[in-house]
């Protein structure tokens, strides 16, 4: 059901420092800073060879990442992006697998303007993991 990674995000302090570090010093394609309201995030995609690193920075009071910098306050890994081409067909195989589907259940357009959803880390080995279907 899953194909390709699409992205590990790494859940930042400070977006425009890692943007930078992964420019001038990791010497990667990084993107400019995008804000994501109705997830509470600001976004950067840093783009690699075989895949993308999504940097993640707190937008707004309701934030779903707020709790996990205050967490690791050094930032860390946060979730990891699989595509699906089908993401209803793939949401309804695993609800009916018993895995717990975050939000109301329905996709909401992610970063890429695709339709995207997000499983419980604790169902998934302590990992988040969102789909996208591409
Ligand atoms: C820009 C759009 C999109 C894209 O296109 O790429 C995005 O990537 S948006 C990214 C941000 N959006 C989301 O993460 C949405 C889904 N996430 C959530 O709904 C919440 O983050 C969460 C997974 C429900 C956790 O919320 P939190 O407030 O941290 O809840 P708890 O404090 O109750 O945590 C419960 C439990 O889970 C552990 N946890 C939390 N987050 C993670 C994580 N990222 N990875 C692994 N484990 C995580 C947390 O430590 C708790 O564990 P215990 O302490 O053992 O209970
Ligand atoms: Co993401």
């Known amino acids: 059901m899953i194909g390709r990674l699409n992205h590990v995000a790494i859940a930042v302090p400070d977006l425009e420092a890692a943007a930078t570090q992964y420019r001038d010093i990791l010497g990667a ?5 995008q804000d994501e309201p109705d997830h509470g995030v600001t ?15 707190p937008l707004g009071e309701e934030s779903p990442i707020a709790a996990f910098l205050e967490r690791n306050p050094a930032g860390g890994i946060h979730h990891i992006c699989y595509e699906v081409d089908d993401i209803i067909a793939a949401r ?3 609800k009916a697998q018993g895995a717990r589907v975050l939000g109301n259940g329905e996709p909401k ?13 604790k ?12």
């Open 43 to 57: 976004v950067v995609f840093i783009e690699l060879p075989n895949t993308k690193i999504e940097l993640l920075y």
């Open 29 to 33: 394609k990084v993107g400019d800073p």
């Open 123 to 134: 169902d998934f080995n302590g990992c988040l993991i969102e789909l996208e279907q591409v």
């Open 92 to 94: 309804d195989r695993l």
């Open 109 to 121: 357009i992610g970063a890429h303007g695709k339709p995207v959803l997000f499983l419980h880390p």
